[in-house]
């Protein structure tokens, strides 16, 4: 397993989408780099298997279902990262969607849920991480 070159000895990450592609790749070289991390993702199973992977790279870890579109799931997943870690130091608002094929193909609906994944999320995510990072 390659090191890496810089520390977050102390850290604690978020990352949301964590539970596999990008978001698990992030969550994994934060961990390698020192950082404890919170998977959050939208499967709560997938958020797990994703935990214990960084559990088992010796970090701390937990595991958090959120749906990034709802503000009140948000509100929850900062709340759980604060009960159990205190704090947020690094947030990663990974959690994405991708729609395949043209523009042509897709539905109104699906539009709809690339922008309250992709940009809404973001947002809300943004909104309840930063009050609680400034502190």
Do not use: P
């Not at 939208?42 to 994703?50: C, I, K, Q, S, V």
């Not at 608002?93 to 709809?112: F, H, K, P, R, Y």
């Amino acid at each position: 397993m390659a090191q890496s070159q810089f520390s977050l000895e102390g850290q604690i990450a978020l990352v949301t989408g964590g539970g596999r592609g990008i978001g698990n790749g992030i969550a994994q070289s934060l961990a390698r780099a020192g950082a404890d991390v919170v998977i959050a993702d939208y499967t709560l199973e997938l958020a797990e298997t994703g935990a214990q992977a960084i559990t088992a790279l010796g970090r701390r870890s937990a595991a958090v279902q959120v749906d990034v579109r709802k503000e009140d799931s948000v509100k929850a997943m900062v709340e759980a990262v604060i009960r159990q870690f205190g704090r947020i130091d690094i947030a990663m608002n990974n959690a994405g969607i991708v729609s395949l094929g043209g523009v042509e193909e897709l539905s109104v609906e699906m539009w709809d849920d690339v922008l309250d994944i992709n940009l809404r999320g973001v947002f809300l995510c943004c909104k309840h991480q930063i009050g609680v990072m400034r502190k």
